[in-house]
């Protein structure tokens, strides 16, 4: 058992509260109009009419009270949807900004990385940026004269060390920073997704570097990240968070798997009127809705075939213009991609629907993003989106009975596309 | 054994939590700060620090024209020119260090927003950024000062001209005491950020910069304006070193007190703003 002495952070019934909608009257005259009424007991003239709770409404929890000990040299990965509390997580263990209530207990020096390059100067040359950053990190000028050597051949970017940042491309800038950060001497490393740059290679060296300190040298991590297989790689323990809560703490394949498992299946008509759209697109012709017809859910057994139907609504008259989906895992890797080139001709302002079938029998069971996109291409070879939007479309495929020998198809192993079945031939 | 933490993070509740040991621990950023701010400043211009000295001499010719011979306002016997100078170097010192702070907060809020360092070293490393323009532009002066002796302009230094790094420091506070506050507001309420810009022109006109708190002796007026706090430092300036105009003893005792009295109302509000402005700017 580990005593507390291990103990490197200890986080008690930690809550934090952020109030929803603009924040106080906006000028000044309003807060003092506001006060002034607080202070003769009267109604708030700026809050709206029989809002008298103001406080509870309009107040959101993005940490509801959270629990968590952290060991010295553990690695801990935090994973969850967007919103569920993560980076609000990482940005009080770090001190950006405090809490509401509870209490983080800390032994060691911690220093985070929210984003790689904060402080960077444009004008300043690396090697004057290495410095600023590293004591914007919590480095003293000593320590990193001792270190700058290493720090430089790290960074791959020696021979342009005594240039300005500014003239740097974005991957060396990247490089550099990271550089910085990763020869920090602090005891307690907290990352949110910096890995997430930089080309593969120096994205590999960053993780071993990472695990290298934190088994040579004993520290302590925490990683949230999206990317579930640098999860697999760096970490040794995992917590699943969802609407400010810690739902999960503990084995990191568990985790990810209860963490996938909170992806809500899309219901039998997906209305896209109001979806976010994630690509810079031409006006011309939108997505309205996609209306599933051969089942009510976006659930099928292994080995099936679907059939849908769009609708849209164009505003130009167009010809020959592309959908597809791409087809890709929870962990956003790219699976595949459902094609039908030149499928829509439309008349300006015409509202149309399409159906059509995916043969989608090769998918192995799972999970799986699909994100529709209608496109025109161009004679030289590019394209042109009219409408995009990234995973609007969350599907499963359910393993039948004997599927596989009952054998579980764990797509890690096994991968998401499964080839017909050999045949042996004479 | 009861375990030492080095660090826990609980609601703020204290008033004045300084942490003045880990600012100092922080000391090497501080410098760091200082070297950015000045290397930076006049990066990519033809002619670089040169500015320094271009800046006070330009503003003083144009003083000289404006006030001393169009205006044909008294400068006390001295010659225009250095009476001119030495109150826009003076002057330069406590905006700079007011308006350098006004932005501390929501200027630096990508910096803030990321990474967690003593505050308070930015504020302190943007007054010795300050400083350290006074001191060239003091220089400068002195060169000049020279120049004018040579020719045979009559002027004196007193023995109040020792009283300079008191000077210095006090401008320094109540500059960076007032430009902390602005920036504790502005977190909140954007419409002091536009107040600055023309603010501090108008608080000039209303400091002895362009003219002698002589012209006003006398009149009501004076007490209003001698209350203003940078104005007998400005006066003591130029008695020590010029031996001209007056030394106004009673209202440098009353500007000390209001310098310390905005100051550590700064740090008060810089404190309490520091820890959640994440969440509001």
Same mark, same amino acid.
């Given at each position: 058992?580990r005593?507390?002495?291990?103990?490197a952070?200890?986080?008690?019934?930690?809550?934090?509260?952020?109030?929803?909608?603009?924040?106080?009257?906006?000028?000044?005259?309003?807060?003092?109009?506001?006060?002034w009424?607080?202070?003769?007991?009267?109604?708030?003239?700026?809050?709206?009419?029989?809002?008298?709770?103001?406080?509870?409404?309009?107040?959101?929890?993005a940490?509801d009270?959270i629990?968590?000990?952290?060991?010295k040299?553990?690695?801990l990965?935090?994973?969850?949807?967007n919103?569920a509390?993560?980076?609000?997580?990482?940005?009080?263990?770090?001190?950006?900004?405090?809490?509401?209530?509870?209490?983080?207990?800390?032994?060691?020096r911690?220093?985070?990385?929210?984003?790689?390059?904060?402080?960077?100067?444009?004008?300043?040359?690396?090697?004057?940026n !290495?410095y600023?950053?590293?004591a914007?990190?919590?480095?003293?000028?000593?320590e990193?004269?001792?270190?700058?050597?290493?720090?430089i051949?790290?960074?791959?970017?020696?021979?342009?060390?005594d240039? &300005?940042?500014?003239?740097?491309?974005?991957g060396?800038?990247?490089?550099?920073?990271?550089?910085?950060a990763?020869h920090l001497?602090?005891?307690?490393?907290?990352?949110?997704?910096?890995?997430?740059?930089?080309?593969?290679?120096?994205?590999?060296?960053?993780?071993?570097k990472?695990?290298?300190?934190?088994?040579?040298?004993?520290r302590?991590?925490?990683y949230?990240?999206h990317?579930?297989n640098?999860?697999?790689?760096?970490?040794d323990? $995992?917590?699943?968070?969802?609407?400010?809560?810690?739902?999960?703490n503990?084995?990191?394949?568990?985790?990810?798997?209860?963490?996938?498992g909170?992806i809500?299946?899309s219901?039998?008509?997906?209305?896209?009127?109001?979806?976010?759209?994630?690509?810079? $697109?031409?006006?011309?012709?939108?997505l309205?809705s996609?209306?599933?017809?051969?089942h009510?859910?976006?659930q099928?057994?292994v080995g099936?075939?679907?059939?849908?139907?769009l609708?849209?609504?164009s505003?130009?008259?167009?010809q020959?213009?592309?959908?597809?989906?791409?087809?890709?895992?929870?962990d956003?890797?790219?699976?595949?991609?459902?094609?039908? &080139?030149?499928?829509?001709?439309?008349?300006?302002?015409q509202?149309?629907?399409?159906?059509?079938e995916?043969?989608i029998?090769?998918?192995? &069971?799972?999970k %799986?993003?699909?994100?529709?996109?209608?496109?025109e291409?161009t004679?030289?070879?590019?394209?042109?989106f %009219?409408?995009h939007?990234?995973?609007?479309v969350?599907?499963? !495929?359910?393993a039948?009975?004997?599927?596989?020998?009952?054998?579980?198809?764990?797509?890690?192993?096994?991968?998401?596309?499964?080839? &017909?079945?050999?045949k042996k031939?004479? | 054994?009861?375990?030492?933490?080095?660090?826990v993070?609980?609601?703020?509740?204290?008033?004045?939590?300084?942490?003045?040991?880990?600012?100092?621990?922080?000391?090497?950023?501080?410098?760091? *700060?200082?070297v950015?701010?000045?290397?930076?400043?006049?990066?990519?211009?033809?002619?670089?620090?040169l500015?320094?000295?271009?800046?006070?001499?330009?503003?003083?010719?144009i003083h000289?024209?404006?006030?001393?011979t169009?205006?044909?306002?008294?400068?006390?016997g001295?010659p225009q020119?250095?009476f001119?100078?030495?109150?826009?170097?003076?002057?330069?010192?406590?905006?700079g260090c007011?308006?350098?702070?006004?932005n501390?907060?929501? +200027?630096n809020?990508?910096?803030?927003?990321?990474v967690?360092?003593?505050?308070?070293?930015?504020?302190?490393?943007?007054a010795?950024?300050?400083?350290f323009?006074?001191?060239?532009q003091?220089?400068?002066?002195?060169v000049?000062s020279?120049?004018f002796f040579?020719?045979g302009?009559? *002027?004196?230094?007193?023995w109040?001209?020792?009283?300079?790094?008191?000077?210095?420091?006090q401008?320094?506070?109540l500059?960076?005491g007032?430009g902390?506050?602005?920036?504790s507001?502005?977190?909140?309420?954007?419409?002091?950020?536009?107040?600055? +810009?023309?603010?501090?022109?108008?608080?000039m006109y209303?400091s002895?910069?362009?003219?002698?708190?002589?012209?006003?002796l006398?009149?009501?007026?004076?007490?209003?304006?001698?209350?203003?706090?940078?104005?007998?430092?400005?006066?003591?300036?130029?008695?020590?070193?010029?031996?001209?105009?007056?030394?106004?003893?009673?209202y440098?005792?009353?500007?000390?007190?209001?310098?310390?009295?905005i100051?550590?109302?700064?740090?008060?509000?810089f404190?309490?703003v520091e820890?959640?402005?994440?969440?509001t700017?």
């Open positions: 058992m005593s507390e002495q291990d103990i952070i200890q986080i008690t019934n930690l809550k934090k509260m952020y109030r929803l909608g603009t924040i106080g009257g906006g000028t000044l005259q309003g807060d003092i109009q506001s006060w009424a607080r202070v003769r007991g009267k109604e708030d003239p700026n809050s709206k009419i029989g809002s008298k709770a103001y406080k509870k409404n309009e107040s959101f929890m940490l009270g629990d968590l000990t952290v060991y040299g553990e690695r990965g935090i994973i969850g949807h919103g509390g993560k980076s609000t997580l990482l940005k009080l263990l770090s001190r950006v900004t405090g809490p509401t209530e509870g209490e983080i207990k800390i032994d060691g911690i220093s985070s990385m929210l984003e790689v390059g904060t402080g960077f100067n444009g004008e300043l040359t690396g090697r004057e !290495i600023l950053n590293g914007i990190l919590g480095m003293t000028k000593a990193i004269d001792r270190k700058i050597d290493q720090i051949d790290f960074s791959e970017v020696r021979q342009f060390i240039t &300005p940042v500014k003239r740097y491309s974005s060396m800038y990247v490089k550099l920073a990271f550089a910085v990763s001497d602090s005891e307690i490393l907290i990352m949110d997704e910096v890995l997430a740059v930089g080309d593969m290679a120096f994205q590999k060296k960053c993780l071993d990472m695990s290298q300190v934190s088994q040579d040298e004993g302590t991590i925490l949230v990240s990317n579930m640098t999860i697999r790689q760096l970490c323990r $995992c917590i699943v968070m969802d609407h400010g809560k810690i739902i999960y503990g084995e990191v394949e568990e985790a990810i798997e209860i963490y996938l909170l809500e299946i219901k039998q008509i997906i209305d896209l009127t109001h979806t976010q759209r994630t690509k810079r $697109c031409s006006e011309g012709i939108k309205q996609i209306e599933l017809a051969s009510d859910k976006w099928f057994a099936e075939k679907i059939q849908f139907k609708t849209l609504k505003t130009k008259a167009l020959n213009i592309g959908f597809r989906m791409r087809v890709s895992c929870a956003n890797t790219s699976v595949s991609m459902l094609l039908a &080139p030149k499928l829509i001709t439309c008349e300006e302002n509202q149309l629907s399409v159906a059509l995916a043969d029998s090769q998918l192995a &069971p799972g %799986y993003y699909l994100t529709p996109s209608l496109y291409t004679d030289v070879g590019t394209q042109d %009219y409408d939007m990234n995973n609007a969350i599907i499963e !495929i359910l039948t009975e004997n599927f596989n020998e009952n054998m579980e198809w764990e797509s890690r192993w096994w991968g998401n596309i499964m080839l &017909p079945p050999l031939v004479d | 054994m009861e375990k030492q933490w080095t660090a993070i609980k609601p703020k509740k204290k008033l004045l939590d300084l942490n003045l040991k880990e600012t100092f621990k922080y000391r090497d950023l501080i410098w760091l *700060f200082v950015r701010n000045i290397k930076t400043r006049y990066k990519q211009t033809v002619l670089g620090p500015w320094f000295v271009i800046q006070p001499l330009m503003s003083s010719v000289t024209l404006v006030f001393g169009i205006a044909g306002l008294s400068t006390d001295v020119f250095l001119y100078l030495i109150g826009s170097v003076t002057w330069a010192l406590f905006s007011l308006t350098g702070n006004s501390t907060f929501v +200027g809020a990508h910096v803030f927003g990321k967690y360092f003593p505050r308070l070293t930015s504020p302190i490393s943007t010795i950024t300050q400083m323009n006074f001191v060239i003091f220089a400068i002066y002195l000049m020279l120049i040579l020719k302009e009559v *002027f004196q230094i007193t109040v001209a020792a009283l300079l790094p008191l000077l210095v420091i401008l320094s506070l500059g960076t007032l902390i506050i602005i920036s507001l502005t977190t909140k309420y954007r419409d002091l950020q536009v107040l600055v +810009g023309f603010g501090v022109q108008l608080f209303v002895p910069v362009v003219y002698s708190a002589n012209e006003l006398g009149r009501k007026l004076y007490i209003a304006f001698m209350l203003n706090p940078v104005s007998p430092v400005i006066e003591l300036f130029r008695y020590g070193w010029l031996g001209a105009g007056s030394t106004p003893w009673m440098w005792g009353i500007s000390w007190v209001t310098t310390v009295v100051f550590l109302l700064g740090v008060v509000m404190n309490r820890k959640n402005f994440m969440d700017v």
